[in-house]
Nanobody
């Protein structure tokens, strides 16, 4: 059984930082593309960042220069370092995996975590 478990969310002041983790069990992420999506209340889920198996990356325009995605294959974990956080970054953050190239479309991903809440106060 494949499980993705996100952690690292919380409450932070605007301008602060958080580092999210996505740990996998039952599946190796080594050859997967792994993405982070987020969903704010009343809004659709949106793409945040993704990393391919060759560590190629892609970011939403809204987070470029502030967020960084990385992977540690030895720990079967993908990270999202979030800096200079803004109130509009408040959302539930989900990680997702697929056994192909990175995509910005949530429907392209096969495996999902349960999400972790990130709240940025002004």
């Amino acid at each position: 059984q494949v499980q993705l478990v996100e952690s690292g969310g919380g409450l932070v002041l605007a301008g602060g930082s958080l580092k999210l983790s996505c740990a996998a069990s039952g599946r190796t992420l080594r050859t997967d593309a792994v993405a982070w999506f987020r969903q704010a209340p009343g809004k659709e889920r949106e793409f945040v960042a993704a990393i391919g198996w060759r560590s190629d990356t892609d970011y939403a325009e809204s987070v470029k220069g502030r967020f960084a995605i990385s992977r540690d294959n030895a720990k079967n974990t993908v990270y999202l370092q979030m800096n200079t956080l803004k109130p509009e970054d408040t959302a539930i953050y989900y990680c997702a995996a697929r056994s192909a190239a990175i995509r910005q479309v949530d429907g392209a991903y096969d495996y999902w975590g349960q999400g972790t809440q990130v709240t940025v106060s002004s």
